[in-house]
């Protein structure tokens, strides 16, 4: 089945040790969006991917980075986890053609825990 | 800018029915709405387009009131499986990519 798959799904890190999320898509859509969602809030889109061109929101932090090497796979790459960044982040894909934006899919989310 | 969703929270008996609210104070191509289960990661329920119909899945339907900018989620004979947490996002068409601002979300509890 077509589907959106996050891995690791629970993520234990130290204060201040990279970690690296992946987020990988069998749909082949144009558009893959991290987000990052603490306890009983929404999900806060942290940035996307429209094809290869990157859009960081203005509010994330520079600590947060991300790759897209290729169509089917993106990254999550935060280089200083400090306790304020435990949450769950969400990883999704839609296929955006004009101003039509998508159905967005989500994966299952990989829950970051920072010691 | 944050779509505002009222209520907060809604608790209803199993048969009964409720509205869920989403307004914005910008300008919409379209509106999104979602049910998460906890724990689990959003589910997708319907898009409401600018100018589009009334849309229905299952005995949930939603509209769009464009010049209100604000969309409203009917759950109609609410069912055990409804409980969640449902989130409209909010699609302003800039960049044509589709990002989704998230409204902040309002927890039903349906009990039998």
């Known amino acids: 089945d077509a589907m959106v798959i996050q891995n690791p799904r629970y993520q234990v890190t130290q204060f201040g040790k990279p970690v690296t999320l992946s987020c990988s898509q069998t749909?082949?859509?144009?558009?893959m969006y991290w987000y990052q969602q603490k306890s009983s809030q929404a999900p806060k889109l942290l940035f996307h991917?429209?094809?290869?061109?990157?859009?960081n929101e203005a509010d994330t932090p520079d600590n947060f980075q991300s790759r897209r090497p290729n169509t089917s796979f993106c990254f999550l790459d935060i280089r200083s986890p400090g306790l304020g960044d435990a949450a769950m982040y969400l990883c999704?894909?839609?296929?955006?053609?004009?101003?039509?934006?998508?159905?967005?899919?989500f994966g299952p989310g990989t829950r970051l825990t920072v010691l | 800018q944050q779509p505002v969703q009222s209520p907060q929270a809604v608790i209803l008996r199993e048969g009964e029915d409720a509205v869920i609210n989403c307004s914005s104070s910008k300008a919409l191509y379209s509106v999104h709405w979602y049910r998460q289960k906890h724990g689990e990661a959003p589910v997708f329920l319907m898009i409401l387009l600018k100018g589009g119909e009334q849309m229905r899945h299952e005995k949930i339907s939603a509209s769009f009131n464009e010049k209100k900018q604000q969309s409203s989620l009917y759950l109609t004979a609410s069912q055990l499986s409804y409980s969640g947490t449902y989130f409209c996002g909010a699609d302003s068409g800039s960049g044509n990519t589709g990002k989704l601002i998230f409204g902040q979300g309002t927890t039903l509890q349906v009990k039998p």
């Open positions: 991917y429209y094809d290869k061109d990157f859009n």
């Open positions: 999704a894909t839609s296929r955006a053609s004009g101003r039509a934006g998508g159905t967005q899919y």
């Open positions: 749909l082949n859509h144009n558009v």
